[in-house]
């Protein structure tokens, strides 16, 4: 069993940057792949961004060059850290973790960007 714990999210003007933390305990050994995922009022969860046992990583298109995802390994916690925010990225931002697909969720955190 894997727990997932986010943090960091909040208010910030457009233009702004926050970085959110994903603190993992438990199982460890067993996650494979990370990723950021996101969901906003109304609309389907996506995902933000990923990253690999080798580090690899990969964003979505619409935020390339503003977003990127991160990784320290003892303790254990993925970043995600977030420039250049705009309106559109205002969701509630969830960190998930697995063998390929996601088997564990964190609870997510809410970010909100607003003038």
């Known amino acids: 069993q894997v727990h997932l714990v986010e943090s960091g999210g909040g208010l910030v003007q457009p233009g702004g940057t926050l970085r959110l933390s994903c603190a993992a305990s438990g199982s460890i050994s067993s996650i494979n792949v990370v990723g950021w995922y996101r969901q906003a009022p109304g609309k389907q969860r996506e995902l933000v961004a990923q990253?690999?046992?080798?580090?690899?990583?990969r964003v979505r298109d619409s935020v390339e060059g503003r977003f990127t995802i991160s990784r320290d390994k003892s303790p254990y916690t993925v970043y995600l850290q977030m420039n250049d925010l705009k309106p559109e990225d205002t969701a509630v931002y969830y960190c998930?973790?697995?063998?390929?697909?996601?088997?564990?969720w964190g609870q997510g955190t809410q970010v909100t960007v607003s003038s």
């Open positions: 998930a973790a697995g063998e390929v697909d996601p088997d564990y």
């Open positions: 990253i690999y046992p080798d580090d690899a990583t």
